[in-house]
C-alpha cells in the first residue's frame, strides 16, 4: 500500500498537577510544605528517516499522542515527564495544521478546505526533526509557595494542556527529474532502462499505480534521481484519473521530461499529447509549467514513428528532442548525457554543501 496523504490526529501530553502536602513525621509533626511539582507533557517530533517512503504507517492509526506528566508527591517528590514521541517520515514530508479538534470532522473536509494555505514544516532531510506538538508544562507544588510570613501554603498549581490538533500530511517524493506522460506511454520502462528501479510494466494503461523513483549512475560516482508518476489524462488539473492524485510529486524536480508515445499507439497524436499535458500541467501549477522541460520522443522503433518526428519537429522547433526507444534501449545515451549535465550531482558534495 502507498499512502501519500493523510490526515492525523496529534496530541501532546499534558503536564502532571504540582500537589499540596506537609511533612509529618514522628518527632516533626509540623515539618512544613514538601509538595512536590507535576512532570512535563511529552513533546510530539516528526523526524525524517531513511527507512519509510510513504506514509502508510498512520493509515491504520491516524493519531499520535505522548504520554502526560505524572502529578507530583510528598517529601518534593517530582512526577515523571511524559516520553517524548518520535514519529517518522520519509523526505519530501509536507505538514499543514488543520483547525478541526478531531479525526472526524477533519476527514469531512475537501482537499483544499479548512486547511492552511502555507505549510508549517517542510521535511526534506534525513534526520530533520520538527516539534510538532508541545507537551503541557507540569504544575508547583505548594513547597514553592512557603514564605516568612506564610508558614503552611496551601496554593499550588495544575498542569497546562498539551498541545492538540488534527495535521494534514503531504508526501512530495523529491526527485531530480521528473517524466510527465499518458498511460502507457513508456515511462515505467524508460525508468527502468536507466535505473535499477523495477516498476510494473504492462502493455495496458494505468500500470504505475504509484510514484516510483530510480537513481540514475554516471561516471565520476555522479547520480541524479528520476521520478515516473502515474500517467495523466485530460481533465487531470480537476481530479480525472490517477494524475492529480500524484503531480504534487513533480513539484520539487528540477526538469520535466515529457515522454511522448511517438508511434502513435491507441491512435495517439503525439503533438495534441503534449499540448495536452502541457495544458494540464499549467492548470495545475502555474510554477510548475515555468520549469525546465525536454521531450521524450519514445517508441521510435514502431512504425510510423519517424514521420511523426519529423511533423513534431516543425511544431515545436525550438524545444529540444530526444528521440528513443526504451524498449529496445535505442539512444539512451543521449538522454543519460543530458541528465549528467543538468541535474547530475555528487552526494559527498551534496553533503558537505
Not at 99 to 119: C, N, S
Not at 222 to 251: M, W, Y
Not at 310 to 330: T, W
Amino acid at each position: 500500500m502507498f499512502v501519500d496523504n493523510i490526515r492525523v490526529y496529534c496530541k501532546a501530553g499534558d503536564g502532571g498537577n504540582g500537589v499540596v502536602h506537609f511533612r509529618r513525621e514522628k518527632f516533626r509533626p509540623k515539618g512544613g510544605p514538601d509538595g512536590g511539582d507535576g512532570g512535563n507533557g511529552g513533546d510530539i517530533i516528526i523526524q525524517v528517516s531513511p527507512h519509510t517512503d510513504n506514509l502508510k504507517e498512520f493509515f491504520y492509526d491516524p493519531k499520535i499522542v505522548a504520554k502526560s506528566g505524572a502529578h507530583g508527591a510528598g517529601a518534593r517528590k517530582h512526577g515523571k515527564s511524559g516520553k517524548t514521541r518520535i514519529a517518522k517520515v520519509p523526505p519530501g514530508t509536507v505538514i499543514y495544521k488543520s483547525p478541526a479538534l478531531t479525526i472526524k470532522d477533519a476527514v469531512e473536509m475537501e482537499r483544499g478546505e479548512g486547511i492552511d494555505l502555507d505549510p508549517i514544516a517542510d521535511l526534506t532531510k534525513y534526520g530533520e526533526e520538527f516539534l510538532l506538538c508541545s507537551g503541557g508544562k507540569g504544575g508547583k507544588g505548594n513547597f514553592h509557595y512557603k514564605s516568612s510570613i506564610n508558614r503552611s501554603p496551601e496554593e499550588h498549581t495544575l498542569g497546562t494542556e498539551g498541545g492538540e490538533s488534527v495535521y494534514y500530511f503531504e508526501l512530495r517524493r523529491i526527485a531530480d527529474a521528473g517524466m510527465v506522460g499518458f498511460p502507457n506511454a513508456g515511462k515505467s520502462t524508460l525508468v527502468s532502462k536507466l535505473s535499477a528501479a523495477e516498476p510494473k510494466i504492462g502493455s495496458y494503461p494505468f500500470t504505475t499505480l504509484k510514484p516510483m523513483v530510480g537513481v540514475v549512475e554516471f561516471p565520476g560516482f555522479k547520480r541524479c534521481t528520476v521520478a515516473d508518476i502515474p500517467g495523466l489524462i485530460e481533465g487531470a488539473h480537476q481530479n480525472r484519473g490517477l494524475g492529480h492524485e500524484f503531480l504534487r510529486h513533480i513539484t520539487r524536480c528540477h526538469v520535466l521530461l515529457f515522454v511522448i508515445d511517438m508511434g502513435g499507439v491507441d491512435g495517439r497524436n503525439p503533438i495534441e499529447d503534449l499540448e495536452i499535458l502541457r495544458t494540464e500541467i499549467s492548470m495545475y501549477d502555474e510554477d510548475l509549467a515555468k520549469f525546465e522541460w525536454i521531450i521524450v520522443a519514445n517508441k521510435m522503433d514502431l512504425d510510423g514513428a519517424e514521420e511523426n518526428l519529423e511533423i513534431f519537429k516543425q511544431r515545436f522547433p525550438k524545444q529540444r528532442i530526444i528521440p528513443i526507444s526504451a524498449s529496445e534501449e535505442q539512444n539512451l545515451e543521449e538522454l543519460k548525457s543530458y541528465l549528467e549535465e543538468t541535474v547530475a550531482y555528487r552526494p559527498k558534495d551534496e553533503e558537505q554543501g
